[in-house]
C-alpha cells in the first residue's frame, strides 16, 4: 500500500457523498478492489486497525448495513461494539448530544451510525473526536451504499463515466437514492430517476437527473436498473394505490427490462419485497442480478472507508466539504 | 411634574407624513408637543434636555406577534425578560400570544397576563386571546368577554383553524364585536409533517417539505370566508409569492383584511437552513429567495401592511436536535429593527414607510393608543441613528433564550433611546460617543 500520508482521506468523516470528490471516490473504490481479494482469501484478518476501537451505533433496525460494518471492522483488527437504540439510554429520554458526549469520553476511533432522522448523523460528529461514518441518515444519505453500488458496477463494466443508470422506485423517501444520484453524477453517469409523481420529490430536476413515470421509456437503452425498496406502509392508498397496482406499472419484469439493454445489470440495496418492486425469479437470475454481489461489495467497501479514514493523522484539521463545523 | 425636551431630533411621525428637523416635550408620560419651531428660541430653563444629536425620534414600535415563555415555560421567557429585550430592540408594545401554558382562552388568564405586565414588565404588553378553546380548533372561546377584559385580538397563534366550518362561525361571530382575528395562514394537511420549505434545498437535506401553495390555500379560503362573514381578518405572517397575490387580490375587492411579515421572511432564505442549522427553523418556514423578494415587493406596495418579529424563544436543549425533532422559533425582539432598517438601506422602502408598519398601522389595527407623535398620545418613543454600524451579537441579547441565526451578522441602525410613558427604559450603553 502507498504512503499513509498522501493516501489518507482530506476528511475526518463520511457523512455523505455531497462534496467527495471523483478521486476521492475513485480511491475509496480502488481500495475496496484489494479488499474485496483479501475477503475471497481464507484468511481474511488484517491488524491495520489493532487496537482500535469502532462502535456501531443504530437507532435503526439494519441487519445486512450493521453486519457488513461489524465484520468490516472486525477483518481489520478492530475491536468493534454494537449498540442498538433499544438497548441504550436512547430511550429512557437521553439526548443525541448526551448520548455523542457519552460516547466520546469511552475514545472510540470511529463511529458509525445510522439514525431515522435526516442530518442527525452530522449533529452527532460536530460532539465527537473520532471519525464518524454515516450508516443512513433518514432520508438524506446513505454513502456506503452508493460506493458498494459504485464498485459493483465498475467490477462489472470497468467504469462509472458515461453509463446511463435508472433508478427506480420510492426515490421521495430514500437516502440510497439521493447517495447513488450524487455520486454517479460526481463519476459522470447519466443518471434517470423511474417513479410515480408521488414518490418523487418535486424538485427532482435539480438533481442532476432526468425523471420519467414510465417504465419503458425509462428503462430505454441502460446500462443499469437500481431498484428501491417500497415500504408497505406506503403502499395502502397513502403514496400509491395498492401493491398490485404498483407492480404491475414499476415492479421490475422481464417485460419491462428488454428496454434496458440486453447485458444491463440489475441492482437493489435491499432487503427486496420480491413480487412488489422486483420479479422474484429475476432477482435471483445470476446472469443479470447483482444483488449478491452488492453485499459482498459491501463489506469491502467499509473496510475500505475505515482503513482510510483512520489513515488521518488526529492532530490535522479537517478539511473537508462533507466535515462539519467542529 | 416630570417634563422632559427631547431636542435636537429628525421627527418622524408615520400616522401625519411628518419627516423633519425639532423637538418634542413630554410631561406625566404624554407627549405636549412637538414640532420643527418648539423650542427655536431656546429650552427653557428648569426642565430636562435631552439632546438626540440629529437622531430618529419616533413613536416606539410595536410587535405584534411575540411569544413568550410565560406562563408555563418561564424558562424560555417570561414577560419581564421579554420586556427588556423589546426595550433593547427599541420596541415599547409587545403583543403576546395565547400559546402557553395554559393557554390564554379564558378571562382569568388574560388578568393574569395584564397583571404580571404591570409589576414586571418595562414596556407595554398586550394578550392576544385565543380564537378556539385550547387552540384546538374547535369550539369558540369566550370571544367577547375576552375582548371585554381587554384581549386586543384573537389568535391561535401558531395553531391553524382547519375546519372551515368553525372559521366561518368564528368570523361571523366576531363581526358582531369588531373584533380582529389574526390566523395563521397553513393548510396543515398539506403542510403535513413538513419541517421547512419545499424546494431543493429541503431535497438535499432529505427533509420534509412544506409546500408554498399550503400558505395560498389557506389564505384564499380564509379570504372568501371573509367574504362570505364580513368579518375583520389579519393573515399573521405571509411568506410567500402566491399567498401576497391572493391579499392583494382581496383586498382590490374591499375586503376588511390586513397582512403581516415575520422579519425573517424578508432577512433569510432557505438557504440558511445549511447544513440542517436548526435555529432556521421557523413558522413560517425561510422560503426560497424568489418568496423572499415577494415579501419585500409586497410591504414596499402596501400588500402587507406590518413588520413583525416573530420573536419565538427556545432553549438550547430544544434546538440541539436532529433538525426534524428540534424545536421552531427564532428570537426577534432584538434584531427586528435593523433588520427591518435592511429594506430603508436597500433602496426597498422610504424610512417613513418602513416606520409606519411598526408604528401606526399595528396600533390602528389593535386600537391601540400609542404608535403616532401627537399632542395628548403616550410618550412611547424610540430615538435611533438609522445609519449606526453594528454586529449583531447574541452574548448582549437581554432575552432569556439566545436561538437567533443572525449572530455575527452586520447591520446598520440601532435604539438609542426607548422611553415608554416618557420614561427611558433602554439607553444603548456605548451610544454617547457620536
Not at chain 1, 93 to 106: H, K
Not at chain 1, 291 to 309: F, K
Not at chain 2, 159 to 176: G, K, P, T, W
Not at chain 2, 200 to 214: C, K, N, S, W
Amino acid at each position: 500500500m502507498s504512503d499513509i500520508s498522501s493516501s489518507a482521506l482530506p476528511y475526518r468523516h463520511l457523512l455523505g457523498i455531497e462534496g467527495l470528490s471523483p478521486s476521492d471516490i475513485s480511491e475509496i473504490l480502488d481500495l475496496s478492489d484489494n479488499y474485496v481479494a483479501q475477503n475471497r482469501q481464507v484468511d481474511k484478518k488484517r491488524s491495520i486497525l489493532g487496537g482500535r476501537t469502532q462502535i456501531n451505533l443504530f437507532f435503526e433496525t439494519s441487519t445486512r448495513t450493521r453486519t457488513s460494518f461489524e465484520l468490516a471492522g472486525k477483518r481489520l483488527g478492530a475491536d468493534v461494539i454494537n449498540m442498538t437504540a433499544t438497548a441504550s439510554a436512547i430511550k429512557k429520554g437521553e439526548t443525541l448530544i448526551d448520548t455523542a458526549a457519552t460516547l466520546n469520553a469511552m475514545h472510540p476511533d470511529a463511529l458509525v451510525v445510522r439514525h431515522p432522522h435526516s442530518g442527525a448523523v452530522a449533529l452527532l460528529s460536530q460532539k465527537m473526536d473520532c471519525s464518524v461514518i454515516n450508516a443512513g441518515d433518514g432520508s438524506h444519505e446513505h454513502p456506503t451504499q452508493a460506493l458498494l453500488d459504485a464498485l459493483t458496477i465498475r467490477r462489472r463494466l470497468g467504469h462509472l463515466h458515461g453509463l446511463t443508470v435508472a433508478i427506480c422506485g420510492d426515490i421521495l423517501h430514500s437516502r440510497v437514492a439521493r447517495s447513488n444520484i450524487m455520486l454517479l453524477n460526481i463519476m459522470g453517469a447519466h443518471v434517470r430517476a423511474i417513479a410515480p409523481p408521488t414518490l418523487l420529490p418535486g424538485a427532482m430536476d435539480r438533481m442532476g437527473v432526468e425523471v420519467f413515470h414510465d417504465m419503458a421509456a425509462g428503462l430505454a437503452d441502460v446500462d443499469i436498473v437500481m431498484m428501491l425498496r417500497l415500504q408497505n406502509e406506503r403502499m395502502n392508498g397513502a403514496y400509491v394505490p395498492s401493491t398490485r397496482e404498483y407492480y404491475h406499472f414499476f415492479g421490475l419484469d422481464r417485460s419491462k427490462l428488454a428496454k434496458a439493454k440486453p447485458e444491463a445489470l440489475i441492482m437493489h440495496p435491499g432487503p427486496m419485497n420480491r413480487g412488489v418492486e422486483i420479479d422474484s425469479e429475476l432477482a435471483d437470475d445470476i446472469n443479470r442480478s447483482v444483488i449478491r454481489e452488492q453485499v459482498e461489495m459491501g463489506v469491502a467497501v467499509r473496510m475500505a472507508v475505515l482503513d482510510l479514514l483512520s489513515r488521518r493523522p488526529s492532530n490535522q484539521p479537517s478539511v473537508g466539504p462533507g466535515d462539519m463545523k467542529p | 411634574m416630570s417634563t422632559a425636551a427631547y431636542i435636537n431630533a429628525r421627527l418622524i411621525d408615520p400616522a401625519s407624513g411628518l419627516d423633519s428637523p425639532g423637538a418634542l416635550l413630554i410631561q406625566d408620560g404624554q407627549i405636549i408637543d412637538l414640532g420643527p419651531d418648539l423650542f427655536a428660541n431656546g429650552v427653557p430653563n428648569g426642565m430636562e434636555v435631552v439632546d438626540c444629536g440629529g437622531r430618529v425620534l419616533c413613536p416606539g414600535l410595536i410587535d405584534m406577534r411575540v411569544f413568550v415563555g410565560e406562563p408555563g415555560a418561564e424558562h424560555k421567557e417570561t414577560l419581564a425578560s421579554a420586556s427588556e429585550a423589546a426595550a433593547a430592540g427599541g420596541v415599547t408594545c409587545i403583543i403576546v400570544q395565547p400559546n402557553t401554558e395554559p393557554v390564554i382562552d379564558d378571562v382569568a388568564l388574560v388578568e393574569y397576563i395584564k397583571r404580571q405586565a404591570r409589576d414586571k414588565a418595562v414596556v407595554r404588553i398586550h394578550p392576544m386571546a385565543a380564537i378556539t378553546k385550547g387552540l384546538k380548533g374547535e369550539q369558540m372561546a369566550e370571544l367577547g368577554l375576552l375582548a371585554e377584559a381587554d384581549a386586543v385580538a384573537f389568535t391561535d397563534a401558531d395553531r391553524v383553524v382547519a375546519d372551515a366550518q368553525v372559521m366561518r362561525r368564528v368570523l361571523s361571530y366576531a363581526s358582531a364585536f369588531d373584533l380582529l382575528i389574526c390566523h395563521y395562514p397553513e393548510e396543515p394537511r398539506l403542510a403535513g409533517s413538513g419541517v421547512m420549505n419545499a424546494g431543493e434545498v429541503a431535497m438535499r437535506l432529505g427533509l420534509p417539505g412544506i409546500p408554498t401553495q399550503a400558505e395560498t390555500i389557506m389564505v384564499e379560503r380564509d379570504l372568501r370566508l371573509v367574504e362570505m362573514t364580513g368579518g375583520r381578518y389579519h393573515a399573521a405572517c405571509l411568506s410567500t409569492d402566491q399567498a401576497i397575490e391572493a391579499m392583494a387580490r382581496g383586498k382590490a375587492r374591499g375586503l376588511k383584511v390586513t397582512a403581516a411579515a415575520a422579519v425573517h421572511s424578508f432577512a433569510l432564505n432557505e438557504v440558511a437552513v445549511g447544513e440542517y442549522r436548526s435555529f432556521a427553523k421557523t413558522a413560517p418556514p425561510l422560503r426560497a429567495e424568489a418568496d423572499r423578494r415577494a415579501v419585500v415587493a409586497g410591504l414596499a406596495d402596501g400588500t402587507i401592511d406590518i413588520i413583525c418579529s416573530c420573536h419565538d424563544p427556545q432553549d438550547v436543549e430544544s434546538k440541539r436536535l436532529p433538525f426534524e425533532l428540534a424545536a421552531t422559533g427564532i428570537i426577534g425582539l432584538e434584531t427586528m429593527l435593523p433588520l427591518a432598517l435592511e429594506l430603508y438601506h436597500n433602496g426597498d422602502m422610504s424610512l417613513l414607510d418602513l416606520l409606519a408598519t411598526m408604528t401606526v398601522r399595528p396600533a390602528e389595527l389593535l386600537g391601540l393608543r400609542g404608535g403616532k407623535l401627537s399632542p395628548g398620545a403616550p410618550a412611547d418613543l424610540l430615538v435611533f441613528d438609522p445609519h449606526k454600524p453594528w454586529r449583531i451579537d447574541e452574548d448582549q441579547f437581554h432575552s432569556k433564550s439566545k436561538n437567533t441565526p443572525y449572530h455575527g451578522r452586520p447591520v446598520q441602525g440601532r435604539a438609542w433611546r426607548t422611553i415608554v410613558g416618557g420614561k427611558v427604559v433602554y439607553s444603548d450603553p456605548d451610544g454617547d460617543g457620536n
